[in-house]
């Protein structure tokens, strides 16, 4: 993270404002101080961004200016901006305000310095108009003894911000000498050792200088004993305020300029997994607090070193003395929303003083590790909320850190459907394996509505509490349904309904075929089999179309209440569908038969009409269905009309249909039934309602199959007519060329 801040403000020392693609607002604190130098021209300029650490992704806007004689109000004033502008008057120690405005609009001010010299005695020698490279370095770097018995430091280490007019090369050393990149220190020099920085602009023979310091300690004695512990660097000071909750987490990462990662592991004791500190009001007995902290170096033998540092606690908005905080997003329609982006920026967050609301759903009691139950067999106690639209893969990952907390994931057609018991459960985890803090994670969760709202409760184990950290990020996993077979197939997996109302998914391989969510009705091992013609839409016995994908579904136990049915479908099935059918504008016109006896297979009678509960899309690109059904059979999507048996044309209802369609070519077939001979008009229109073509229709009595020439239809979508007495039929036609 920090390689990011760095080339945000080494680009130009000018900076109007940072713009951060921000999808939370994460922890966030400022460096105890900045130094720099008076340029030749008696001016100096400091960018309020060289002072922020922490999660930068989540920043949206950095201002600086000098304090008012009042604490600091919910945004900064007018005189604070992107830049701190400094003259002669200010050489020396100069105490500045520092604000940050997260990505939920919410400004914090921090006290912290600078530090301005006047390294080219331009305020007594006189100034001169020439534009120079200008320095901030970080107003003292830490280091703990190495093993050695040697300490190497790196002047690019002390570096904040800098600038060069000319667009020449920086190179940072310890003098003039573009060799003195490196400083050597040993044992003899434990204690504070004055440094100064070189910015040398090498081709324009450009310099700038700022003087600030080293902090050499022993903390483990490896001077007097010996050891084989790697040394490294630390701010000497950083800043914090505390939030309304009055508790902050710490990150040990955020106290190193540099060399994270590698083989050395950090943290705040010996203990390599302890790389967070926790903060509150009562660490403090008054404010502001400075606090000293040792920051360990652990190789992977387990030798270390240790730099020691502080850090400054503010309580500037007096939280500590109110006892009435309550997260905002305590209750579920005041979930806080967060955008899932392809570079996910953790969001802080608190269950502290949170509360369960009536009705609150939890997941069902289970393994600690599960991806669908918690393990502590409480319930929902000190819960928060956010919610998010799915990413267009329709899959994500989720982690709440810091403390042993408990995640599920829910789908609600509304907030307020979630204390009245219309959530489905998604997914939900109480353990990652192998977390030493009992942390939750939902990894790789497939198969949700892109775009759809969903809701995230997060809780704490056993009614724990405190600051985390939560990341969301698209998991780019793409799930589409099943391409189908002309023999019914099983699904691949048996799905168990277990009465606790999660979306339950049956796939062809990674592909889906359907999506059950129980409603509270334990009906055991479910069964699911679908079948895909190979043909563009089927007809029921009066000659009207349904889709060419069935569905036969049976469980163990039939429900005693309906049951949440969402039925997957590919585009090109649908648009086949709407173009051999009447009243089909969008998945809206779509219905269900189900039939309680049927089984996997075309449509061959009785059922009952089920209309949709609302539709979607999958991936981007092809649909679903909502539905609920009282019971489990074979089920037929269609139009709005309910589908009739060969039997039931028969016994008096007309059954007509034109094949093929689509049609490539200029003859088609009209197929009828009626119950006597009847002279008929068949009329063909185009979308916009012109009258293209007439046909007269003699039917007999019985089935009837009579060539109808259209081959003088360009390629297109047509509304067919068939009128009579007693006779009113219509149908799409799709011509080919």
């Not at 604190?29 to 960018?47: M, R, Y």
């Not at 709202?453 to 600051?467: A, I, K, M, R």
């Not at 089984?599 to 269905?625: A, H, R, S, W």
């Not at 009626?674 to 309602?689: C, R």
Request: aromatic share 10%; hydrophobic share 40%; proline share 7%.
């Amino acid at each position: 993270m920090y390689s990011l801040y760095r080339a945000l403000v080494f680009t130009s020392l000018f900076v109007i404002s940072i713009s951060f693609s921000a999808y939370g607002a994460g922890i966030i604190s400022v460096k105890d101080g900045i130094a720099t130098s008076l340029q030749p021209n008696g001016q100096a300029s400091v960018p309020a961004s060289c002072f922020v650490i922490g999660e930068l992704c989540s920043v949206e806007e950095v201002r600086i200016g000098f304090p008012g004689p009042d604490a600091p109000g919910p945004q900064p004033p007018p005189t604070a901006g992107p830049a701190l502008a400094l003259d002669c008057s200010h050489v020396g120690f100069n105490v500045v305000r520092a604000w940050v405005r997260n990505a939920l609009g919410q400004w914090t001010a921090y006290e912290t310095a600078v530090l301005l010299q006047d390294n080219f005695d331009v305020c007594q020698g006189g100034t001169f108009p020439l534009e120079a490279p200008s320095l901030q370095a970080n107003l003292g770097l830490a280091y703990g003894i190495d093993g050695s018995g040697e300490t190497v430091l790196r002047a690019s280490d002390f570096v904040a911000a800098y600038s060069l007019p000319n667009g020449g090369t920086p190179l940072f050393s310890f003098s003039q000498s573009p060799a003195d990149s490196l400083l050597t220190l040993t044992c003899a020099d434990i204690g504070t050792i004055p440094v100064s920085i070189y910015l040398l602009d090498i081709p324009t023979g450009g310099l700038a200088v700022t003087y600030t310091y080293a902090l050499l300690n022993d903390e483990t004695g490896l001077c007097t004993s010996g050891g084989a512990g790697s040394s490294f660097p630390v701010y000497n000071g950083l800043v914090y305020v505390l939030p309304p909750e009055g508790q902050i987490a710490l990150r040990v990462e955020d106290f190193l300029p540099c060399c994270s990662g590698g083989d050395i592991t950090y943290a705040f004791s010996p203990n390599p997994a302890d790389n967070l500190y926790f903060i509150d009001c009562d660490d403090a007995v008054f404010f502001p607090a400075n606090i000293t902290l040792p920051i360990y170096g652990i190789g992977p033998d387990g030798s270390y070193s240790v730099s020691s540092t502080y850090f400054v606690l503010h309580d500037s908005y007096d939280y500590c003395t109110q006892s009435s905080f309550v997260p905002a997003n305590d209750d579920a329609c005041n979930a806080i929303a967060i955008e899932v982006g392809p570079s996910p920026c953790p969001m802080a967050g608190t269950n502290f003083n949170a509360t369960a609301q009536a009705g609150e759903p939890a997941p069902p009691d289970g393994d600690c590790q599960s991806e669908e139950a918690w393990c502590d067999g409480q319930g929902a106690e000190n819960s928060v909320w956010f919610s998010f639209e799915a990413p267009p893969s329709g899959s994500i990952t989720i982690r709440a850190n810091y403390f042993n907390t408990q995640l599920a994931l829910w789908e609600a057609d509304s907030c307020q459907a979630i204390t009245a018991g219309g959530a489905i459960l998604v997914a939900a985890n109480d353990d990652i394996p192998g977390s030493s803090r009992g942390e939750a994670m939902l990894n790789s969760i497939r198969c949700l509505v892109p775009g759809k709202t969903y809701y995230l409760q997060v809780d704490g184990f056993n009614g724990e509490s405190g600051p985390f950290e939560l990341l969301l990020e698209d998991a780019g996993l793409a799930c589409g349904p099943g391409e189908g077979y002309m023999d019914c197939t099983d699904a691949s997996n048996t799905p168990i309904a277990s009465g606790a109302n999660i979306w339950r998914h049956a796939f062809d391989g990674g592909r889906l075929i359907a999506s059950i969510a129980d409603g509270g009705n334990p009906m055991g091992a479910i069964r699911v089999q679908y079948q895909v013609n190979n043909g563009d839409v089927r007809l029921d016995g009066a000659g009207a179309p349904y889709l060419d994908r069935n569905w036969a579904i049976s469980t163990e136990q039939q429900p005693l209440s309906p049951v949440r049915l969402r039925l997957y479908f590919t585009a090109e099935e649908f648009q086949s569908l709407q173009a051999a059918a009447t009243g089909i504008d969008t998945p809206a016109g779509l219905a269900l038969t189900r039939v309680p006896e049927g089984e996997c297979g075309p449509y061959t009678g009785g059922g009952e009409l089920i209309n949709q509960e609302g539709f979607g899309q999958i991936n981007e690109t092809d649909y679903y269905v909502d539905f609920l059904t009282p019971g489990f059979s074979a089920f037929y999507l269609h139009g709005p009309e309910p589908l009739i048996s060969t039997l039931e044309a028969a016994q008096g209802k007309t059954a007509i249909r034109i094949v093929p369609n689509p049609l490539q070519g200029g003859v088609a077939v009209l197929e009828a039934a009626v119950e006597g001979m009847l002279e008929a008009n068949l009329l063909i229109y185009s979308t916009s309602g012109q009258a293209v073509g007439q046909q007269r229709i003699v039917l007999q009595k019985g089935q009837n199959r009579l060539p109808v020439t259209l081959g003088s239809l360009q390629p297109g979508v047509y509304i067919l007519k068939l009128t009579g007495p007693g006779l009113s039929w219509s149908s799409r036609l799709v011509a080919l060329r």
